[in-house]
């Protein structure tokens, strides 16, 4: 036997380390708080591998726990396979409501993978039960917020996040659950910010409407700025928005908002596409008499079909004292731009160049881009829940770029294009090629083979394949108001139709657009505004629309946008979660200076277009 005083120095440091090292169970709880907080942050694969470890290290309702856990990561890294094999071997406490809820949460996940919102809203309509952990709850509110973003409601899916906000203890999460209250407010127009504030303050939803509709009201005025974010603090001491954010708003300078004296404008006025460049010259001017930014600023029109060299025009106006140039309209001349390289003053081309073109820093790019717009049908229909995609396009490289523009992005997100058709735009007659699309042709084809084999008349009705989700139509009015009814003929009345703004003429005829009941699209706030919360310029430019700009409406939005926009570029370019609410859509720039648009999404009801979201 050892003498004491000998063993005294072994057990002082073993005690040592006892207190130094934390304890099996503290290092599987540090562990699991970290798992967490990688899932809250959006590291899903990370979370799965973290907390299936954790799981088979732990043992009876904690070791269930967790695996449901586990479950939920797996199915937000897209992984659905592996999460419901995870909930089909485990064999659940019923008389542990933690286990109750988190099975909730799982399939709520799953079902939010497989894009089913109203799903996911059904799975989480119970409250949750008292006491559970807080990474849990702030996990319900943030599945319910993204099924409400799935679903268009941007007011529903703010006031998700900010109840999602009372659980999260990271400085990090809150920042960006901040951030995605803000950009979810943003997307909503002015006007309805303004109409359903319905709570009073000090509520924490309305404070963050009033602030985000204070940004976009003095968005180009930071002296009247300052002084609405001040007056918002004391009426909201208490809010929890970061002050980094407030600071943002506070910061705003006057030079950051440029203003030209002299603006310069580079528009086909003659030749092929002197129509065009006339709308957008008007709806220009139509912004500048109505809401001029300065009172002597002077804007110059130069017709960019008078010289053959687009460099040659441009010099010339920066050379008669242009400050910013708006223009030109032609892809060929905006190439001729870009590659020129360093550009003398801002401008602000009328189209978009290929992505692989090196933009020059003083070159901005917006128009009305079809491909554009093909995207984000892509985007909406996914959101929709989705996945098999018929597309139907006119022959001829306007319907070729709009169904490849659409079929990239389908693809990117995940979707598939399961069949695809061309048809002749000058004819009246689609017969052919929306039966090919539905494969009618095949079925009628089967059914008189098997009448020739039986050599015998047969009941026939002709069948349509049943493995598409939506069509996406791309055409113009007239083609679009005898394709619908066409596809209801070949029984495929009951599928979904996603076109992009082109199928509307822009003015109302209830009559003649009947035919289109049930078709939907995206447009802009300038042609839908009287169905919509949007409160642009039209009654004020009422007046001043010309000709060209009533026939075609959407150039002449785009000239008032890219006058009106002027300001806001520097903002926006600073600030990439800064929108500007244009008559186009709402508006926002990315890191290649191409301004995109954000449109509203209608369906034809009655022959008129109807918004699927209340709140903008």
């Not at 591998?49 to 009876?60: D, I, K, N, S, T």
């Not at 049908?377 to 597309?391: C, H, I, K, P």
Request: net charge positive; with cysteine; charged share 25%.
């Amino acid at each position: 036997m050892m003498p004491r005083f000998t063993l005294l120095p072994l057990i002082l440091a073993l005690l040592l380390a006892a207190c130094a090292a934390p304890t099996g169970r503290q290092a599987q709880t540090a562990d699991l708080q970290a798992m967490e907080t990688a899932l809250a942050a959006g590291r899903y694969p990370e979370a799965a591998v973290g907390l299936w470890r954790l799981g088979h290290l732990a043992e009876g309702d904690a070791a269930r726990r967790i695996m449901l856990r586990t479950a939920e990561a797996y199915a937000r890294a897209g992984n659905l396979h592996q999460a419901r094999t995870i909930l089909k071997g485990l064999r659940l406490n019923e008389a542990d409501p933690a286990q109750g809820f988190l099975l909730r949460l799982s399939r709520a996940t799953i079902a939010l993978g497989e894009r089913h919102p109203e799903a996911v809203l059904r799975l989480l309509e119970t409250p949750p039960p008292a006491n559970m952990d807080p990474f849990w709850l702030a996990d319900y509110h943030d599945l319910r917020a993204d099924a409400y973003t799935m679903l268009g409601n941007r007011l529903e899916t703010a006031r998700e996040l900010v109840r999602r906000e009372a659980w999260l203890r990271d400085p990090e999460l809150i920042a960006a659950n901040q951030q995605d209250i803000w950009q979810a407010l943003s997307m909503m127009s002015e006007r309805a910010l303004q109409q359903l504030r319905t709570e009073p303050p000090p509520d924490v939803l309305s404070g963050w409407m009033e602030l985000v509709q204070i940004s976009k009201a003095f968005q180009l005025q930071p002296a009247r700025l300052h002084q609405a974010v001040l007056e918002w603090k004391q009426r909201y001491p208490g809010h929890p928005a970061r002050p980094a954010l407030l600071e943002d708003l506070l910061s705003r300078k006057a030079e950051d908002i440029v203003i030209p004296e002299r603006i310069a404008l580079l528009l086909p006025l003659s030749g092929r596409f002197a129509r065009a460049g006339e709308a957008v010259r008007d709806g220009i001017l139509a912004a500048y008499y109505t809401r001029r930014a300065r009172p002597e600023q002077v804007i110059r029109i130069y017709d960019t079909e008078s010289s053959p060299d687009i460099l040659d025009l441009y010099r010339r106006a920066v050379a008669e004292g242009a400050g910013f140039v708006i223009g030109p309209l032609d892809k060929r001349r905006i190439q001729r731009l870009a590659n020129y390289g360093e550009l003398s003053v801002p401008t602000l081309a009328l189209n978009y160049i290929p992505d692989e073109t090196e933009i020059p820093p003083r070159l901005f790019q917006f128009g009305l881009s079809p491909e554009e717009e093909a995207r984000q049908v892509a985007e909406r229909t996914w959101l929709d829940g989705y996945v098999n995609a018929a597309v139907l396009v006119p022959a001829g490289p306007w319907g070729e770029r709009v169904a490849r523009a659409f079929e990239a992005r389908w693809t990117e997100v995940g979707g598939v294009v399961v069949e695809q058709q061309t048809y002749n735009a000058a004819r009246n007659d689609y017969s052919g090629p929306i039966r090919r699309l539905l494969n009618i042709d095949e079925s009628q084809r089967r059914y008189r083979a098997l009448s020739h084999l039986l050599n015998q008349p047969l009941k026939y009705t002709p069948r349509r394949r049943q493995d598409i989700d939506f069509i996406f139509l791309a055409a113009y009015p007239r083609q679009a108001r005898q394709i619908r009814p066409q596809l209801k003929f070949y029984h495929a009345s009951d599928v979904p139709v996603y076109a992009t703004s082109h199928v509307f003429t822009g003015n109302l005829n209830p009559e003649r657009d009947r035919d289109m009941d049930g078709l939907r699209f995206g447009d802009m706030p300038w042609v839908l505004g009287t169905g919509t919360r949007h409160r642009g310029l039209r009654p004020e430019v009422e007046p001043y629309i010309s000709k060209a700009g009533n026939r075609l409406q959407r150039l002449y939005a785009l000239g008032i946008d890219s006058y009106r926009i002027i300001g806001a570029l520097t903002t926006l370019k600073q600030y990439p979660w800064q929108r500007f609410d244009g008559e186009t859509g709402s508006l926002s720039l990315d890191e290649r200076q191409r301004i995109h648009r954000q449109l509203i999404w209608v369906r034809f009801r009655s022959g008129r277009p109807m918004p699927l979201d209340e709140s903008l």
